[in-house]
């Protein structure tokens, strides 16, 4: 066998490590496949999988000055601007559903009933627990984990390795999004949150005309009741909002990434 036809195993593993990195980003910022409870072997094992076919039809090229170079110091900041951006707009979506549940749970006396939320390993109150539960479901329903895939894949066409810088109309549409997220959040909580304002004014009224009686005996459990008869009725209303949210956020990510 002529030495000259044996591959450059070297550069081959280089590639694949440059190709790992806009996927790995992604799937660190992104909602699902960054929970905290998720393997990082696995996350690495997705970011190949999904990495070296799409590097491999871009033609991607090492820098003609080596890895350990300005060029490819740029090169590799612009893999993990592009990933971390993409993953960061889907994770926004989420946030909107777990900011609602927060306000609920304010508004119904339950920020002290908090639990360890298993998508970021921190705190959160019952209620953002139970929509950010619900905002992943439909996520992984309306097959979000799979679009997000075709999202990253379809960048390295958009914006090929070496070139992979985001525009600033696409920072500026990030930043945009940013702040449309706590409207959809306050969109998601308005059904239950403002009737629960409602009953907390009444419960004022009663206070101001009946001032013997205990309205901590009172109010909470009427409080309660209302929100959780409330929630019950109103999930419907804030699914369809959730998926707004979420299919706004893949569009977002679609932007940035140029798609």
Same mark, same amino acid.
């Given at each position: 066998?002529?030495?000259?036809?044996?591959?450059? /195993?070297?550069?081959?593993?280089?590639?694949?490590?440059?190709?790992m990195?806009?996927?790995?980003?992604?799937f660190?910022?992104?909602?699902?496949?960054g *929970?905290?409870n998720v393997?990082?072997?696995l996350?690495?094992v997705?970011?190949?999988?999904? +990495?070296?076919?799409?590097?491999?039809?871009s033609?991607m090229?090492?820098?003609?000055?080596?890895i350990?170079?300005?060029p490819?110091?740029?090169?590799?900041?612009?893999?993990?601007m592009?990933?971390?951006g993409?993953?960061?707009?889907?994770?926004?979506?989420?946030?909107?559903?777990?900011l609602?549940?927060?306000?609920?749970?304010?508004?119904?006396?339950?920020?002290? *009933?908090?639990?360890v939320?298993?998508?970021?390993?921190?705190?959160?109150?019952?209620i953002g627990? !139970?929509l950010?539960?619900?905002a992943?479901?439909?996520?992984? *329903?309306?097959?979000?984990?799979l679009?997000?895939?075709d999202? /990253?894949v379809?960048?390295?066409?958009a914006l090929?390795?070496?070139?992979a810088?985001?525009?600033?109309?696409?920072?500026?549409?990030?930043i945009?999004? #940013?702040?449309?997220? !706590?409207?959809?959040?306050l969109?998601?909580?308005?059904?239950?949150?403002?009737?629960?304002?409602?009953?907390?004014m009444?419960?004022?009224?009663?206070?101001?005309?009946?001032?013997?009686?205990?309205?901590?005996?009172?109010?909470?459990?009427?409080?309660?009741?209302?929100?959780?008869?409330?929630l +019950?009725?109103?999930?419907?209303?804030? *699914?369809e909002a959730?998926?707004?949210?979420l299919?706004?956020?893949?569009? #977002?990510?679609?932007?940035?990434?140029g798609?």
């Open positions: 066998m002529d030495p000259a036809d044996i591959p450059n /195993i070297e550069a081959m593993l280089q590639l694949w490590m440059l190709g990195i806009r996927p790995g980003a992604a660190i910022a992104a909602p699902v496949f *929970a905290s393997p990082v072997q996350r690495l997705i970011a190949l999988a999904v +990495g070296v076919p799409a590097v491999a039809a033609g090229a090492l820098p003609a000055e080596g350990v170079s300005v490819g110091l740029l090169f590799v900041i612009g893999e993990v592009i990933g971390l993409i993953g960061f707009v889907l994770q926004m979506g989420l946030a909107a559903a777990l609602a549940g927060e306000a609920i749970s304010n508004a119904m006396g339950l920020g002290f *009933a908090s639990m939320d298993p998508m970021s390993g921190q705190s959160s109150s019952a627990q !139970f950010s539960m619900l992943t479901a439909l996520f992984l *329903a309306a097959d979000g984990h679009v997000l895939i999202i /990253i379809d960048s390295y066409v090929p390795p070496g070139n810088f985001p525009s600033f109309d696409a920072i500026g549409g990030v945009r999004f #940013g702040s449309l997220m !706590f409207a959809a959040a969109t998601i909580a308005m059904p239950v949150g403002f009737v629960l304002i409602l009953v907390q009444i419960m004022g009224v009663i206070g101001r005309s009946a001032p013997a009686l205990n309205l901590f005996a009172v109010g909470i459990p009427a409080t309660l009741l209302a929100g959780i008869i409330l +019950g009725v109103a999930t419907p209303a804030m *699914a959730i998926v707004r949210i299919s706004d956020a893949l569009d #977002g990510a679609r932007m940035f990434a798609v």
